[in-house]
DNA sequence: CCTTTCCTGGAATGGTCATTCCAAGGTAGC
DNA sequence: GCTACCTTGGAATGACCATTCCAGGAAAGG
C-alpha cells in the first residue's frame, strides 16, 4: 500500500507559500500553482483542497514558519530595546533585499483580500504573537527606556509600525528611509540624554 | 448633438471607488460594477476605459478627493502635536466607525496587488503627501517635542504608524487599542516630564 | 510474480471573466 | 417635424477560471 507520497508536501507547500505570498490569492490562478510546483491539478486537490484551503495552508506555513520563530527569538532576547532593534532591521533587511524584497509580508497582505474564519484566526494569531514579543523584549529593556512608558502601549505602537514597514516595502520604499523611520521611533522611547 | 452624459462621471465613480475600496481590485468583477452603478457595460468603457484604468481612475479620486485634504488639513493646521492627533483621531474613527468602517485605506490596500505604473505612481504620491504633511505639522510643534528630535525621521515613524493603523483597521483591529498605540508614539515625542 | 490499492497526470466541464458589438433611443440643430 | 449623431443597453464572444473525473501506473503484501 503506498500510501506514500510521490513528493514532499512540505516542500510544495513552501512553494505555494512563495506564489501566493508574492502575487496574491485572488491574482493567483491554480495553473500557476501547476506550474510552479510541477505537480498535476488533482494531486493539489488531493493532498490540500481547494484553493482557498491551499491558501490558508501556505499562510499558515507562512505565519508557523517564518514569522513566529523571528517574534520568539524577539521575545526570548533579553538584551531590551538592541533586541527590539535588532528585529526591525532583521525585518527591513529582509523586505528589501534578497530572494523576497518588495514581497512585503504575507499576513499583512492578506488583509487586503476578503478572507475566510481560516485565514482571520492567522491574521489575529500573526498580530498578537508579534505585539506579545514586542511587550516581552521590552519589559527587559528596563532603565533604557524614558520612565512612565505604558509598555503595552508601545507595544502596540511598535505592532503597528512594522506593519507600516511591511506595507510599505510592498511597494519598493527605501530601506534606508524605514530604517530612519524605525530609528526615530525607537529612540523616543529612549530617556532624555542630559 | 447631446453630448452630454446621462449621468453624473463622478458621482458614478465615487460607487465604483467605494467598490474598489471594500473589495479590492482583483475579485471585484465589472458585472459588480455595473450592478452598483447602474450604468450598462458600454457606457463604462466608453467613459472610464477598461478595469484597470477605471480601477487607477478610483484610486485616484480616492487619494484627491479623502486622502489629500485630510493631509492637506493637516499640513495647514498650526498648532502642532496636538494637529498630529487630531489627524489621527479622525483616521482611527473613519476606519472603524461609520460607513466605511473595516475598509481600512484603499492606498494601503492598493499595495498588496500588483500595480501598473498609474497606481504605483498613486501610491507614491500617497505616502509622500502624508510624510511631507506630518513633517509640515511638527515643524510647527516647537518646545511640544523633546529636543534633538530628527523631524524627517519622525515624520518618516509616524507615516509607517499611519500604514499600520490603515492595515490593521482592514481586519477589524479594536479602535481603542489602535488608539492607544497611537497615543504611546506621540507621548514619546514630548520632552521628559520632571 | 500477481493482485490490490491508492496516487498520479491529463483531459473534460460548467461557470465566470473582461471586453466588444450592434440595434434602438433620445437629443440638438435645421 | 425631420435628420443626423452620439449615447445607451443588452446580447454575444472568446479566454480563462476552479474543480472533477477517469484511465494508467507504481509499490507493497501474499
Avoid at 510541477?38 to 514569522?67: H, I, P
Avoid at 533586541?83 to 509580508?105: H, K, N, P, Q, S
Wanted: net charge neutral; with cysteine.
Amino acid at each position: 500500500m503506498p500510501d506514500v507520497k510521490h513528493f514532499d508536501p512540505d516542500a510544495v507547500l513552501e512553494q505555494v507559500e512563495h506564489l501566493f505570498w508574492r502575487r496574491g490569492a485572488a491574482t493567483t490562478g491554480i495553473a500557476e500553482v501547476v506550474a510552479a510546483t510541477g505537480l498535476s491539478r488533482s494531486s493539489l486537490y488531493a493532498t490540500y483542497g481547494g484553493k482557498q484551503e491551499l491558501y490558508a495552508k501556505a499562510l499558515r506555513r507562512y505565519v508557523e514558519r517564518r514569522s513566529e520563530p523571528m517574534f520568539r527569538a524577539l521575545a526570548a532576547d533579553g538584551r531590551g530595546l538592541p533586541a527590539v532593534a535588532a528585529f526591525f532591521d532583521a525585518l527591513i533587511e529582509a523586505r528589501c533585499t534578497g530572494e523576497y524584497a518588495g514581497w512585503g509580508c504575507m499576513a499583512a497582505n492578506a488583509h487586503a483580500e476578503p478572507a475566510g474564519p481560516q485565514v482571520r484566526d492567522l491574521l489575529g494569531r500573526h498580530h498578537g504573537m508579534l505585539r506579545a514579543a514586542l511587550r516581552a523584549a521590552l519589559e527587559t529593556a528596563g532603565d533604557q527606556l524614558r520612565p512612565g512608558l505604558d509598555l503595552d502601549a508601545t507595544a502596540e505602537s511598535l505592532t503597528l509600525l512594522a506593519y507600516g514597514v511591511n506595507v510599505r516595502s510592498r511597494a519598493g520604499a527605501d530601506a534606508a528611509a524605514l530604517r530612519r523611520g524605525v530609528t526615530a521611533a525607537l529612540d523616543a522611547l529612549r530617556p532624555t540624554a542630559l
